[in-house]
């Protein structure tokens, strides 16, 4: 019988995308998917060669941790799909870890407070503010669809903040606002690892019948669709 410590991470919320391979409370290895905007194509592939990698079975992974998004409509289905199929097939515990949750873990641990801001689109960004908690962040500010007025409005200071795009920020210094790198809002696999393993230990397994994508707006395709036929 197979040693079933072994867990897998999946972040393909992004243009970019990863995986990550642990055993119990260990990480064995990460792998990028060589490309971007090509996670139905790269993911199963990435995940079999970095399991073989190590000698790791489909049957040997007993948990699979996955970004929920909001992000990438596309990327955001091959994941959650590819680890909802391991739960069914090889009965792997589910969880399913949000997006911004994930990104928050992107910040310094000397930072005080993050503002995560996801999907703008006409001036509002899906957006939570966490606060520092011993090693772990705590939303201090629920998540919802804000301006960034609005969200500044509501965030302690000093507060970092993360996203890419954002609109503009004036006078951020003054206000006590550091807005970090792009390269902060990008969704690391070894994050929701990490977040998964705690997920673990802390509430149930996500059912892998209803578990879906955290779509906060309506896919452009539907609205184009809505704004030409209306109703109908």
């Not at 049957?59 to 992000?71: E, T, W």
Request: with cysteine.
């Amino acid at each position: 019988m197979p040693d079933r410590n072994y867990n897998l991470a999946i972040e393909t919320s992004g243009r970019s995308g990863s995986v990550t391979l642990g055993r119990g409370d260990e990480i064995i290895d990460t792998a990028e998917l060589p490309h971007k905007r090509r996670h139905n194509v790269e993911l199963l592939p990435t995940i079999d060669s970095l399991c073989k990698q190590h000698g790791v079975t489909p049957d040997a992974i007993s948990q699979v941790y996955v970004s929920l998004g909001p992000g990438s409509f596309t990327g955001l289905r091959v994941g959650i799909t590819t680890a909802k199929m391991l739960a069914l097939v090889n009965r792997v515990e589910l969880f399913g870890i949000p997006t911004l949750d994930v990104l928050a873990e992107n910040a310094s641990a000397d930072t005080q407070y993050v503002a995560v801001c996801l999907n703008l689109k006409r001036d509002t960004v899906h957006s939570c503010v966490y606060q520092r908690d011993g090693e772990t962040w705590s939303a201090t500010v629920d998540p919802e669809l804000r301006t960034m007025a609005e969200l500044l409005e509501a965030s302690p200071r000093p507060v970092s903040v993360i996203g890419d795009p954002l609109p503009p920020i004036p006078d951020e210094t003054a206000q006590g606002i550091t807005v970090l790198d792009p390269r902060y809002a990008v969704g690391r696999s070894e994050a929701v690892w990490q977040l998964g393993r705690h997920a673990a230990k802390t509430r149930k397994p996500d059912d892998p019948m209803t578990l879906a994508p955290l779509y906060i707006r309506e896919p452009e395709a539907v609205e184009l669709w809505n704004q030409r036929h209306g109703e109908e």
